[in-house]
């Protein structure tokens, strides 16, 4: 399953913590950093991430970058990956540099920070050892699908429009498959090693407990086929009809979208001058794309806490499947 929690506070720096869970192992995935919106997690799981995916490199995305570095820099055996948009790498490599690196020879830790413009991921490695002296190029190559996949999860990623190339991700678990224990029950066979044969599928002669049986027949009677959880994160992107037109269709079957509500619909005009997104715009681009529930995030700080409920208000004349993250005020209580 995928748990995800809002980082921050209305008003102020946010961030997304996503957990993917098969019950055989984890994948940790923080989506921007802020400044402070760490805080809410425990250390453990901070150094326990495994891919830092920036939407882009303004300040309030970027500004707890080394809050993460300080926790996370030094993991010997383990990679860190980070994903952006073009300058990724070039930004973050002077963030490496900006400390003092005498023990670095010492030490073991390696980066990977990947560019991506929508068309192509440019991959480059720092390593501690060299005091992250060297942007090593390692590899440029399409992208064709997902950015990277784990057991647990794949992930995406959407080009937006904020003043240059900012990126959405797109987060889905794989497919799951269970058994019907009614149908297992109904043909009087026992669990084992050759339903996990069957899962991966085996084909032609299955012998089951001296018993052989087609596999095929056995798949479609005794296996059922589920979508895995999913989300969406965009943040910080002009949206008109175009966009929406082509954004709708890559948030297909999406159960959650985390969205900015940079504005109120009132000041539409200064969204669009300033490439970002009104509750109510992003309350119509959750209604095409046919999400499950749409959960509202980086309020502008130019309204009061007083004014906060209007952006509810806003969405759900659009999408009533609209709330505000656990924590906040009016947000969901867990």
Not at 64 to 91: C, E, K, M, S, Y
Not at 189 to 198: N, R, S, T, V
Request: glycine share 8%.
């Amino acid at each position: 399953m995928l748990r995800a929690q809002v980082l921050g506070s209305p008003a102020e720096d946010n961030a997304l913590w996503v957990t993917a869970d098969t019950g055989q192992g984890q994948t940790r995935l923080l989506l921007d950093c802020g400044a402070r919106t760490l805080d809410a997690l425990p250390l453990a799981e901070v150094r326990a991430v495994d891919h830092v995916l920036f939407s882009h490199l303004h300040m309030d995305h970027v500004a707890g970058f080394d809050d993460l570095f300080r926790a996370v820099f030094d993991r010997p055996g383990r990679q860190n990956h980070v994903w952006g948009p073009p300058g990724t790498a070039r930004i973050l490599a002077h963030r490496f540099r900006g400390y003092w690196w005498n023990h670095a020879p010492e030490l073991s830790g390696t980066w990977h920070v990947h560019d991506v413009d929508g068309r192509e991921v440019r991959s480059f490695r720092f390593e501690l050892h060299e005091a992250f002296e060297v942007a090593h190029e390692e590899d440029t190559r399409p992208v064709g699908g997902p950015l990277f996949t784990t057991p647990e999860v794949s992930v995406e990623a959407v080009p937006l429009r904020h003043q240059g190339v900012c990126l959405g991700y797109v987060v889905r678990e794989p497919e799951r498959v269970s058994v019907d224990a009614s149908q297992l029950a109904a043909l009087g066979l026992k669990g084992g090693p050759w339903l996990a044969a069957l899962k991966a599928g085996a084909t032609g002669t299955l012998d089951v407990g001296g018993t052989a049986y087609d596999a095929d027949d056995l798949r479609a009677r005794l296996l059922r086929r589920e979508s895995g959880d999913s989300l969406a994160y965009l943040t910080d992107f002009r949206l008109d009809a175009d966009e929406q037109a082509r954004l709708a269709p890559l948030l297909t079957g999406v159960e959650t979208l985390y969205a900015e509500a940079q504005y109120l619909p009132e000041d539409t005009d200064l969204a669009r001058r300033n490439d970002h997104t009104t509750a109510a715009q992003v309350a119509a681009l959750a209604r095409a794309a046919g999400v499950g529930d749409l959960c509202l995030l980086h309020l502008s700080r130019r309204y009061r806490a007083q004014r906060w409920p209007e952006f509810l208000s806003a969405a759900r004349a659009v999408f009533p499947r609209t709330h505000f993250p656990a924590g906040w005020p009016g947000g969901e209580t867990g």
